[in-house]
C-alpha cells in the first residue's frame, strides 16, 4: 500500500481477535508488571475511558488502554506520520472525542528515580542486573523496589534521563542543566544556569 495508507497492526489485531480493549506495550519496556496491566484494564472500563494510562510508575512501565473503537478511528483519520508511528497520538490529542484519563499507581518512593526502559548502552546494563537478580523468574514492582532499597547504587548505573524534543530553548536548557548536576559539573551547571536567567528576564 501507499505510504500513510498503511494499516495500523495493533488495530487490525484486535479487529481480528474481536477485542473491545486493547493494552499497548513496547518492546523496549521489558519491566512491566501483570498486576498493574490488570489494574489498569479494570480501572479502564470501569470509569468508561476510551483511552487511559497509568502514572506513578517507573520510566517505562507505564501501561496504556485504549478502546478497540478509538484505536480504529485513529488508524481510520490520523494523517500525521508522527500520530501514524506512535499509535496513540491521534487519540489523546482529540480529548473532545475520545474520553482519556489517567490511571494513578501507589508505589514505593525507592522507585521514582529509576528507568526501567532501554535507550542507551547503560539502560542495557541495568537490564541485566535486574534479570540476573531474578534469575529470569517473574518479578514484580514491588520486587524491585525491595532491591534498590537493599543496593540504593542501582539507581546510578542508568540516570534517570529520556531523549525528547523539547518545545522551546528553556526546556531544553533545563534538561541540560539535570544531566550537568547528576555528573557534577558545576562550573557549566552556573554558566547555564545565567543563560537561563537571562532568557526568563
Not at 495493533?10 to 479487529?15: F, G, H, I, P, V
Not at 532499597?149 to 518545545?167: E, G, L, T
Request: negative net charge.
Amino acid at each position: 500500500r501507499k505510504r500513510g495508507k498503511r494499516s495500523c497492526a495493533q488495530s487490525q489485531a484486535a479487529l481480528w481477535k474481536n477485542l473491545d480493549v486493547v493494552v499497548r506495550l513496547t518492546a523496549d519496556n521489558p519491566c512491566i508488571d501483570s498486576d498493574v496491566i490488570d489494574l489498569a484494564v479494570s480501572e479502564h472500563i470501569k470509569k468508561g475511558f476510551d483511552y487511559s494510562k497509568t502514572t506513578g510508575t517507573p520510566l517505562g512501565t507505564t501501561v496504556q488502554v485504549m478502546n478497540t473503537s478509538a484505536l480504529s478511528q485513529a488508524d481510520a483519520e490520523a494523517q500525521d506520520r508522527y500520530e501514524k508511528e506512535h499509535v496513540t497520538p491521534f487519540i489523546t490529542s482529540n480529548e473532545t472525542r475520545f474520553r482519556c484519563g489517567v490511571i494513578p499507581v501507589s508505589l514505593p518512593e525507592a522507585l521514582s528515580k529509576m528507568r526501567l526502559t532501554v535507550d542507551y548502552p547503560s539502560d542495557y546494563a541495568m537490564m541485566n542486573i535486574i534479570f540476573d537478580y531474578f534469575h529470569g523468574n517473574y518479578f514484580s514492582l514491588f520486587d524491585l523496589a525491595e532491591l534498590v532499597q537493599q543496593n540504593p547504587w542501582i539507581i546510578q548505573v542508568n540516570p534517570n534521563y529520556q531523549k525528547r524534543a523539547h518545545a522551546t530553548v528553556k526546556d531544553e536548557i533545563k534538561a541540560a542543566l539535570d544531566a550537568l548536576k547528576l555528573m557534577e559539573l558545576d562550573r557549566s551547571v552556573e554558566i547555564l544556569s545565567e543563560k537561563l536567567q537571562q532568557l526568563s528576564d
